[in-house]
């Protein structure tokens, strides 16, 4: 147990760039396990966590997000500040990360800030069963992958083949509970917020049961000011 650093370059170290093709997640949840606050996990926001989230953000080569998750947190353009751009650009990155949202329905508004602010054009993963002519298609590049669902598994391998081998998930639960399900996460970066929210929030994956559970180990916790930082990587053989 260490205490959050607070120099970007030391943080950026403690969730680094991998050689292999890697799926990360980023959540947080209340001590007692909820995912959200009044329905939004703003209300668990602490002291580090931007810094971890902005951090996770800037090592990526692509954010994975899904659709009911954008429309609830009002995702705005995936924007990063001038010194995480700089820190891209001087490890040979592009500038900005692509965003790639989930959506079954394509139920997206054209006009959010992240499709009409985007720096670079989002992808939705959408399948075949997908309304063709949705709107959402003059502001993003619409792939169906995947018959009656979206396929995952298809979806990652899509990202890998296009150079996004260091992939960053946000959520939300129904899209972690899809991943674990068809075996795709090998990182967990999971933020404690010292709170007991009780109430009938969720916890951060639902859906099909993993068979079996899918082991992981911990790498490192870290806290600042009561807030705990967490995070687990698949074993390796």
Not at 8 to 16: H, I, M, S, T, V
Not at 44 to 51: A, F
Not at 194 to 206: E, T
Request: glycine share 8%; aromatic share 4%; net charge neutral.
């Amino acid at each position: 147990m260490r205490t959050l650093p607070t120099d970007p370059e030391e943080l950026a170290g403690l969730y680094p760039r991998l050689d292999r093709p890697t799926l990360r997640v980023n959540f947080i949840a209340s001590a007692d396990g909820a995912v959200t606050v009044d329905g939004l996990s703003a209300g668990l926001q602490g002291p580090g966590d931007k810094e971890v989230f902005d951090t996770l953000r800037m090592v990526c080569d692509a954010l994975v997000v899904a659709a009911g998750t954008v429309r609830a947190e009002r995702y705005d353009a995936l924007r990063l500040t001038p010194a995480a751009r700089a820190w891209r650009t001087a490890h040979g990155l592009p500038e900005f990360p692509l965003m790639v949202i989930v959506s079954g329905s394509l139920h997206l508004d054209p006009a959010q800030l992240v499709f009409s602010d985007a720096p670079v054009r989002p992808i939705v993963l959408t399948h075949r069963a997908a309304p063709v002519a949705a709107p959402v298609a003059e502001v993003a590049e619409v792939v169906p992958i995947g018959d009656g669902r979206v396929d995952l598994a298809a979806g990652v391998r899509l990202l890998h083949r296009r150079g996004a081998t260091q992939l960053l998930c946000e959520g939300g639960p129904g899209l972690l509970g899809s991943m674990i399900a068809a075996d795709l996460v090998d990182e967990l970066c999971l933020t404690v917020a010292p709170l007991l929210a009780g109430g009938a929030a969720g916890r951060i994956a639902h859906g099909p049961a993993a068979a079996p559970p899918r082991a992981m180990t911990l790498r490192h916790a870290l806290t600042r000011e009561d807030m705990l930082f967490l995070r687990y990587a698949r074993p390796r053989a």
